[in-house]
Each structure stands twice: as structure tokens, then as C-alpha cells.
């Protein structure tokens, strides 16, 4: 058979022109270091947006992926198997949770969660109880019930009739908070730190008076955990280092540490209310998915390696700093663990992107998150040596936009 020659330009042929991707094609990754069809290596802070929590082709998730593969793959929810219980399991023994439902991405899992929340509130409390509350910039995914509960219009607007009795606020606003929800609240839907929103950490007073107002007024908190969860912020979930639990919480990115899973998961009480048929997914829970996600859960979840997220953090925060101490172009470096974001100050202000495009000429993968914040989210595990070079190469990047 012919070997096809694939460039960029035939993404142009043959894709929908929703993306437009780097020129970049990468072939082969390994640990914390890509390279590209021409050979050239790249230092990976991106980490496909805080999915591959242990960098590429770990051996811990090639060899479940090897071992599950020669035994069953798939077959469908009209059975259970193995994986999937084991890992429901080490979910609900690592977290508040009692109950798990597998789906195959983040805005799946949301997709369950808010049509649990809006199920449980008609079963207990009726029909009039079916607000949802959401906050600006915030995002849960692309379906047109959670791009809806997603406080961004760009990603919202144009599709037609929105799905209903949705509102937002801002984030970090309790007063406006406080003003938003009644009685007639069913769910609140927050990222404990918000990703494509900027990286906005949410204060204690804050996050403590969303969790007390849900209580007040017998609304559902959902932490939506899919980029926060399986370790990013130095904790295996980010409600445990705030303190405070949510009802419903959704993972998924870093669960299958790049294999396609995702996962809501809630109480008891909560849960009886998604009976048979309410809700399901074919892939959903699949043995594949099901065995590379626990290896990955098993191997993020030890104290080493979330003791080692802290220490990658700092050995960031030290190196961001002393660039800025010599090029003077951000405002505060904003995030917890490793999600991490670099805010430019007004000299560059809406330069992301001029960042990202001179870090990959420098053999960098980074982030953005929006137009003024640098974004990174390297794998959990990535070698100290290689933050140092990643680094190295981002001085090298600003270097340029500085001198433009």
C-alpha cells in the first residue's frame, strides 16, 4: 500500500474549518519531549490542554492499553465489566462520591450531570425548580446544553433557540450570586478554578458562600473537575484543597490520561434518580477506556506524585519570575499545581497568542487562555531537567516578542 504523504495542507482538504491547527504535525512523544515529522523536538507544557497527566506513552498506560486490547474492548452498557467497576471503586474510595457514571469526554459528563440535577429537582422538588446558575467565562463543553451553561456567547450564540432557565454571573461576585438564586434553583454549575476563563482562582469567601447559598436553598452544587481533577492542582481533586464539597463532580482529561474517558460522579441520594433509561451513552464505560484510566487514576493518586506537582509548580512560579524580572511583559502568573497562567501586562496586552506561535518556533508547546493569558499544563510527572530547558525556551520566546 502507498504510504499517503500528510501535510497541513490537506487538513485544509479534508477537515471542517472549525480548527485551525499549527503547522506542526507531531508523530511521536515520549515523557515530557514530542517530535515532528522532520525530527524536531519539542518541549511539551501544553500537555493537549491538561489531558496527558503522565506526559506521552507512559508505560504504565501503554501496557494496560497492550494488556486490555488482547482481551475485550467493547461491549456496550447492556453488560458490565471489570475495568469499569474496578475503577468506579477507586473513584468513589479516593472522593465524597458513592456512584459513578462513565462517559467518553468532559462535556458528556457534564451533559449528565446537569440532566441529573434538573431530574432529581422535578422528582423531590417539581417542576418549578429547574433554574441553573452558571458564571461568566466560565466553560463545560460544547454540546448545545453545556456550551448553553458555558458563560461564553462566542461559543453559545448563533445556533438558534437556547436551551432554557439558565443564567450566569460573574465569578467571584457572591453579592450577584446571592441575588441570582432562589427556591426555584435546581443546580449551580463552577469550575473550582476556572481554565478557558483566564485561570481565575476562586477566594475562600466565595467558594465557601456558593456551597452556603446552594445549602439555603436546596440547589445541587456541580464541580466541574475536567480540567482541575486527577491531580493538576496538587491535590487529586481541586474541592479538596478548597474544602468544600460538591453534590455532583465531572473528570475526565487527565482520567484517561489521553485515552478518551470521562466520568460524573455524585452521592446515593442523588444518583437514585438517573433510573434505568433516564440517561446513557454506548461507549460509555468501555473496558479499553475503562483499563488505561485506572492505571492512570492508580499512578497520579500516590503522595509522591501529587507532592511532586507542588514542587514542578514552584520550580515554574521561580522561572516565570526571573523572565520577568528581566523582559517585564506580565502582570502575575494566576493558577494552582500544574495549571498555571501567565498574565500579560497592558505593554502586551492581547499578545497571547504572539507567545504561543514564538514559543513552538523555539520548540515549545504552551497554551492560551483567551487573548492576554499564557496558559501551560505540562504533565504532572515532568522531569525537573525538563522544565528547566522548557524554560530555557520560553526566555527565548518572550525574547523575541519583546524585540519583535
Known sequence: MQQMQVTRELFNDVMVPNYNPSEVIPVRGKGSRVWNQNGK??????????????????????????????????????????????????????TFADKVYFANSGAEANEAALKLARRWALDVHGEQKNQIIAFNKGFHGRTFFTVT?????????????????????????????????????????????????????PTNEFIKGVRALCDKHNALLIFDEVQTGVGRTGDLYAYQGL???????????????????????????????????????????NPLACAVAEAAFDTVNTEEVLAGVKEREQLLRDGFAAINDKYDVFSEVRGKGLLLGAVLNSKFEGRARDFLVA????????????????RFTPSLVIPLEDIKEGLARFEKAVADVVNG
Open 359 to 374: 514559543s513552538t518556533k523555539h520548540g515549545l508547546m504552551s497554551l492560551v487562555a483567551g487573548t492576554n493569558v499564557v
Open 41 to 94: 523536538e519539542f518541549i511539551d507544557f501544553a500537555g493537549g490542554i491538561a489531558v496527558n497527566c503522565l506526559g506521552h506513552c507512559h508505560p504504565a498506560l501503554v501496557n494496560a492499553l497492550k494488556e486490555q486490547g488482547e482481551k475485550i474492548w467493547h461491549l456496550s452498557n447492556v453488560m458490565t465489566n471489570e475495568p469499569a467497576l474496578r475503577l468506579a471503586k477507586k473513584l468513589t474510595d479516593a
Open 149 to 201: 451553561v458555558g458563560g461564553q456567547a462566542a461559543y453559545s450564540d448563533g445556533f438558534g433557540p437556547k436551551p432554557a432557565a439558565v443564567d450566569h454571573c460573574d465569578y467571584n461576585d457572591l453579592a450577584a450570586f446571592e441575588a441570582l438564586i432562589s427556591d426555584n434553583t435546581c443546580a449551580v454549575m463552577m469550575e473550582p478554578l476556572q481554565g478557558e476563563g483566564g485561570i481565575i482562582s
Open 243 to 285: 474544602g468544600v464539597t460538591p453534590d455532583i463532580l465531572t473528570t475526565a482529561k487527565a482520567l484517561g490520561g489521553g485515552f478518551p474517558i470521562g466520568a460524573m460522579i455524585t452521592t446515593a441520594s442523588i444518583a437514585e434518580h438517573l433510573k434505568v433509561g433516564t440517561h446513557g451513552s454506548t461507549y460509555g464505560g
